[in-house]
């Protein structure tokens, strides 16, 4: 849609790649029967990797308490489903290296039903959300597993522990699922508004937020129209449209588009009063608080052109990626690449036989026709990179520093560590310089080069 | 181990890419810059298709001829040679001999992009970069201007453009002058509807401002130039003129006539533009455009050239390392 005609909110710069969700947005989200073998790797999420309190032949039932968090951040871990503890190791993980992981293999004759452990196992019982004090609803957020779902996978509980000197005045929640071709947090919006708008309210009242905004692409009208459904009028909820524009759901852009405030470089939202979370995320803590049910699966979309039948689906964390292809039908022949995310930002996938994790929003196949480049050409300085770039950086000097080497002048004289590595540049240069893989080149060098800071 | 997933790539995102490549956007240009080589065909006759044709030969040959064996193809196939080669062959004068036309197609492309690195390198607009040396090295075949024609004297040829290489050849008699030759050393205006036509004496590619502003309203449709620079250059130019209009005491053009004569319709949509030698910030751009506008009246003004266009785009190109460097857009989240 050309921003002209667009009546949502939005930034400055940024690119249109057509969105491609006709596949999947009107599909209800299904569930993909259990399979008989789960990864679960203990480090998914940033942060200190997870520490396994189960021991290889221990039984597990589904939703059970299987590694706990190793410090502040990070987080815990819960068994996807009922069955055995068969292996604690190193697995195959998406990128295709070894990571410590805890293996279980899923009882055959198990429904598989969820209770909440506390009825059903007599776990220690929770307070109900509203009860909790901060300190409380931290340390359960920690334990429920949670993490942001956009796919950076970051701890939630992280996020809520706001210095006492701050304050949290808005609560804004991601809905604008930029990507192409994801319509997870979509279909998450139409099928359980309900459960978004409860999820909503418990964040605000823990963080004593005055007001909640929920960010939507204009591309997603029925999930807007869902969501001003179901809420009630007395709650300080706004469902705000944005205009369909790549990155509109990077933080600093929907902060933009929504309050019409610039985040200063190096400041965390909460330093202006803004906590921003995933709809993915909200609805997780809704569940968890509500039905006791910890991060153990999530909706992914199965989408793109190598796909024999695009799906949204309940998968149940640590399913093998084979096993939920083989579900929707398999790879098309022709496929070249599968990959863990939106097609902008997200991660080929090194090997089929790893797991889903909790940061996983979609699984993507493409054909040689989208994994095929153009030779690259010589940057003939057409400026679009410059025009797409939500940061105002300027990658075309970047890349050519890129090419080069000169990682210190890229950051001294361009910034480069500001950079989001969106990926906007290279979606828009017509001359096909892999400026974003430099700038990413350039930014491990850089970090490797100075001590870590935490 | 066997490979379980053989066909299966690990490309980094981003996967997507928007359409339009490198050698796409030059299409572009050739496409805008056609109806003003059909004008020119049209009143200069074959005579000007030689020009054009030798050129764009000696640019290409040129690109082929120093370019490393192994990207010789590809080189080629991206046509920014041979566009270069068209866009000089337009600035040059309809009588110009073939040869000086060759050499002008040789040394755009040598010393105008080769030798800087080749595409995307080069800091001067190798088309002018090359004019400018045949201005400099042929001062009076590249003034003397033949007299527009119709498509009946379409196989009137000029004798001087088969000259042979490095003699003298002689003037040939139907010259006259340019419309800013007129203005500047007779005091003569040219009626605007001739320079909007393009039935004037003048290079071959730059007396028909309709046609130029066609090609131009394309390239701004297709978004394939910065609109900022055009725009800069029309409205300095535009009222740069318009107050020395206003305020001198002999004739001087009328800003309208300062907009469609010479090559300023040419230089303000294909030469100033060029990606490679303009800036790449949005502020830089207009202040690319409005020196370039500027320096145009100031030398067809106070200059000893009757037409400035030509060293107004090499001096700003000269410019734009650094005005690129102190243009540089605020990075989001610090500006303060």
């Known amino acids: 849609m050309l921003s002209l005609f667009s009546f949502g909110q939005s930034f400055a710069h940024g690119v249109h790649p057509p969105h491609h969700k006709e596949q999947t947005e009107d599909l209800p989200i299904q569930r993909v029967p259990f399979v008989s073998r789960y990864v679960m790797p203990l480090g998914q999420h940033i942060g200190v990797p997870a520490q396994a309190v189960v021991a290889v032949g221990d039984s597990v039932y589904r939703g059970q308490l299987i590694a706990k968090p190793n410090g502040f951040i990070s987080t815990a871990l819960h068994s996807p489903v009922s069955g055995k503890v068969v292996d604690i190791g190193m697995h195959r993980y998406v990128d295709g290296s070894f990571k410590a992981a805890i293996e279980i293999a899923a009882d055959p004759y198990s429904t598989q039903q969820f209770i909440d452990p506390v009825t059903a196992y007599g776990e ?71 459960a978004v708008i409860r999820g909503c309210e418990i964040l605000r009242q823990q963080l004593g937020a005055q007001r909640v905004a929920i960010g939507v692409e204009e591309n997603k009208p029925e999930s807007i129209a869902q969501l001003r459904q179901y809420i009630n009028p007395e709650m300080p909820i706004d469902v705000v449209p944005l205009e369909v524009k790549y990155p509109q759901g990077a933080e600093k852009m929907l902060i933009k588009s929504i309050y019409n405030k610039d985040l200063p470089a190096g400041q965390l939202p909460r330093d202006i009063g803004i906590a921003v979370n995933n709809v993915g995320t909200i609805v997780a803590l809704a569940d968890y608080f509500d039905q006791g049910m910890p991060l153990i699966e999530r909706i992914v979309t199965l989408s793109g052109p190598g796909v024999e039948q695009p799906a949204n689906l309940v998968v149940p964390i640590g399913t093998p ?57 010589p940057c003939i300085r057409c400026a679009r990179c410059l025009e797409a770039c939500p940061y105002f950086l300027n990658p075309s000097r970047l890349a050519l520093l890129g090419k080069a080497r000169l990682f210190d002048d890229m950051q001294e004289k361009y910034q480069v560590m500001d950079c989001v590595e969106c990926g906007a540049c290279t979606y828009a240069c017509p001359s096909n310089i892999p400026i974003v893989q430099l700038i990413r080149t350039a930014k491990d060098n850089l970090r490797n080069k100075k001590p870590a800071k935490v | 181990m066997k490979n379980k997933d053989p066909k299966l790539l690990v490309q980094s995102a981003p996967l997507l890419r928007q359409n339009l490549t490198t050698p796409a956007a030059m299409k572009e240009v050739w496409i805008a810059i056609l109806p003003a080589t059909a004008a020119a065909l049209w009143y200069f006759g074959l005579g000007a298709l030689l020009i054009l044709l030798t050129a764009i030969t000696g640019a290409v040959l040129t690109e082929w001829l120093f370019t490393p064996k192994d990207k010789r193809r590809f080189a080629i196939s991206d046509t920014s040679a041979g566009l270069t080669g068209l866009l000089l062959g337009l600035t040059l004068p309809p009588g110009l001999p073939l040869w000086m036309a060759f050499l002008g197609g040789i040394v755009s492309i040598g010393l105008g992009k080769v030798i800087w690195g080749g595409l995307g390198s080069n800091l001067f607009n190798p088309a002018l970069l090359g004019r400018a040396f045949l201005l400099g090295t042929f001062p009076i075949a590249m003034t003397t201007w033949g007299a527009a024609g119709g498509p009946g004297d379409f196989f009137q040829v000029h004798s001087s453009v088969f000259a042979i290489p490095f003699m003298q050849g002689g003037v040939d008699a139907v010259s006259s002058a340019t419309p800013l030759g007129l203005m500047k050393f007779q005091h003569q205006a040219t009626a605007l509807w001739s320079l909007f036509t393009g039935n004037t004496a003048g290079s071959i590619g730059e007396t028909s401002g309709l046609l130029l502003l066609l090609g131009g309203m394309y390239l701004l449709l297709r978004r394939s ?63 690319f455009g409005a020196g370039v506008g500027f320096l145009v009246v100031l030398i067809r003004l106070y200059g000893g050239l009757p037409e400035g266009v030509l060293y107004a785009v090499l001096l700003m190109n000269a410019a734009t390392p650094l005005i690129d460097r102190y243009t540089q857009p605020a990075i989001f989240g610090r500006k303060h």
């Open chain 1, 124 to 194: 220690a019982n929770r307070l109900a959300a509203e009860q909790m004090t901060r300190e409380q609803f931290i340390d359960a957020v920690q334990m429920s597993g949670i993490v942001g779902m956009g796919g950076a996978a970051f701890p939630s509980h992280v996020k809520y522990s706001i210095p006492d000197e701050q304050e949290i005045t808005d609560l804004l929640v991601n809905g604008a699922e930029c990507e192409p071709f994801l319509t997870n947090d979509h279909r998450l919006m139409v099928e359980r508004p309900e």
């Open chain 1, 321 to 377: 990626i084979r096993d939920v292809l083989d579900f929707a039908g398999g790879l098309k022949k022709h496929t070249r690449e599968v990959i863990m995310g939106g097609p902008m930002m997200g991660m080929p996938i090194a090997d089929l036989d790893a797991p889903v994790l909790k940061g996983t929003s979609g699984i993507l196949a493409f054909t040689h026709k989208e994994t095929a480049r153009p030779p690259e050409y």
């Open chain 2, 225 to 287: 130039i910065d609109w900022r620079i055009p725009v800069a250059i029309f409205v300095t130019a535009g009222l740069f003129s318009l107050i020395v209009f206003l305020t001198a005491d002999q004739p001087v053009s009328s800003p309208l006539t300062t907009l469609f004569s010479g090559g300023l319709l040419l230089g303000a949509f294909f030469m100033a533009t060029d990606p490679v030698t303009s800036p790449l910030t949005p502020r830089g751009c207009w202040i």
